[in-house]
Structures are given as C-alpha cells and as structure tokens.
C-alpha cells in the first residue's frame, strides 16, 4: 500500500490555551472553513475543559476531537487524572500520547506512553504516539537510537490489529515551537525509518497502512512540501492550529 493508500491525517493542539469560548469560536470558524475538504481527517484537540463544549460544536461536522493526554486506570484514587472511558465519553475519537513536553516537562516515560496506548486502545481511543530527538541527539548522530527507542517502548506488546488503530507523530523537539522545520528531507528520512521499524517489528503489510504524521513548526507555506514526502501522512500542528485560516489553509495543503 502506498501513501495514496493512506488517508491524510491533520491534527491541531491547542496545548493550554483557550478558554471555553475562545474554543468553541475557534471551532466554529475553522468548521465552516474545511466544511468541503473531503479526503482528509480533521482533528482538533483542546483542553480536557473544553471537551465536551468542542464535541458539541463538531458534531455532524467533519471534524474530529482528542484529547491531549490520557491516564491508563478507568477510575480510581488518581487525582487530577482523566481516563479513556471519560474521554470517550466526551466525543474523543483520538488521544495525543507522549508529547514531547509531556516527556520533558511531566516525567513522561517510555513505559507510561506505553500503558495509556493500551488503556487508549482498549477503550476504542485511536492514540497519536509522539516520538522525536531532542537537538542534541540530532547532533550527535543519536536521532535513529532515539526513536527506535520511543517508538519500540511506546508500542510494546500491541498486535498488528492495535497498531493498525494508531498513529505515529514524528515530531523532531528542536523544531517543536521554535520556527525551525525539518527540511522534508529530514522528515521522510525519519519518517521511512519508523516504517522499517514497523516492517521489521510486524510486516510490511501492517508497516505500509499505519499514519505517519509529522509536526513542528507546520504552516500553510511548508505544508504542501512535507506532505509531497512519500512517508509522510499528514501534521501535528501546534502554534498554527491557534488561528481558523492557518490550520484550514495547512488541512488545504495537504490534500
Ligand atoms: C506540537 O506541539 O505538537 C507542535 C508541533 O508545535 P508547533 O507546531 O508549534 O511547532
């Protein structure tokens, strides 16, 4: 199977910004925007708070919700935590798993990445899984280790079948926020390699359906380019997933 195979994927993540308001307006502009972009999935992912209001405003559209985090238990003595069936429950298709900063800023581990994929999957939650190099492993040759390592620990013990329900987000952290984008040629290198990974781990079958995306610093000007890689499947957009007219415009680059 090819990338025509494979249907684009563009997800926006808003990380802690918007209120309930701001959400819904944001989502009501950029719903009447892509109302006509077939051939694509649309995915915004807003703060747990504003949830249940965004899965409102989407419903009947052709935009999808998730969340940006999940907990691996259903329910418990786990303060401050939000489970799978609580975020199925408010609409979520999908759930954002193992951000970078949730790696650098929340002792995300490769071990937790890998409970909340299960707990994700066992709970019909497709999970976006992020790996990406910080820029001292880029430096020192390191990047292939280091996602052959997040992504070996993050998808641990899954059958083809749950891999199948994932995807991927290469998202190189030196180009995360900071305006630098890897050069396409950057991403689909990497992006082929996570393929290898997946052909060596379970079958070129199995490697060839599953959704690559990429994501740091993506924009209307750049979209198109990336999106042109034959490995590359779609974008997690961060900053630019802030304003309706960018994120539809990068959705429209990408078809
Ligand atoms: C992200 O946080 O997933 C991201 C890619 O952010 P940005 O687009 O702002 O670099």
Not at 11 to 33: F, M, P, R
Not at 75 to 86: H, I, K, L, Q, Y
Not at 96 to 121: C, D, M, P, W
Not at 187 to 216: C, N, P, W
Request: with cysteine.
């Amino acid at each position: 199977m090819g990338r025509a195979m494979r249907r684009p994927i563009i997800a926006g993540n808003w990380k802690l910004n918007n209120t309930i308001s701001e959400a819904v307006a944001l989502t009501t502009a950029l719903k009447s925007l892509v109302t006509h972009c077939t051939g694509v999935e649309i995915i915004v992912a807003p703060t747990f708070t504003a949830l249940a209001a965004i899965g409102d405003v989407i419903k009947d559209s052709n935009v999808l919700l998730a969340a940006q985090d999940v907990y691996w238990e259903d329910s418990g003595a786990f303060t401050g935590e939000v489970s799978a069936p609580m975020l199925k429950d408010v609409g979520c298709d999908y759930v954002i798993i193992g951000h970078s900063e949730r790696r650098q800023y929340f002792g995300e581990t490769n071990e937790s990445v890998n409970q909340k994929v299960k707990a994700a999957l066992s709970h019909d939650l497709k999970p976006i899984i992020c790996v990406g190099e910080q820029l001292e492993d880029r430096e020192r040759g390191r990047t292939d280790t280091v996602i052959e390592n997040h992504i070996t620990g993050g998808i641990a013990d899954l059958s083809a079948a749950e891999l199948l329900s994932s995807v991927i987000a290469y998202e190189p952290v030196w180009a995360i926020g900071t305006g630098k984008t890897a050069t396409p040629a950057q991403a689909q290198e990497v992006h082929s390699l996570i393929r290898k990974l997946l052909t060596d781990a379970y079958s070129d079958e199995v490697a060839s359906q599953i959704r690559i995306q990429y994501g740091g610093s993506v924009k209307p000007e750049n979209a198109a380019e990336l999106m042109a890689q034959p490995d590359v499947d779609g974008a997690l957009v961060g900053g630019a997933s802030l304003q309706a007219e960018s994120f539809a415009e990068i959705v429209k680059n990408s078809i």
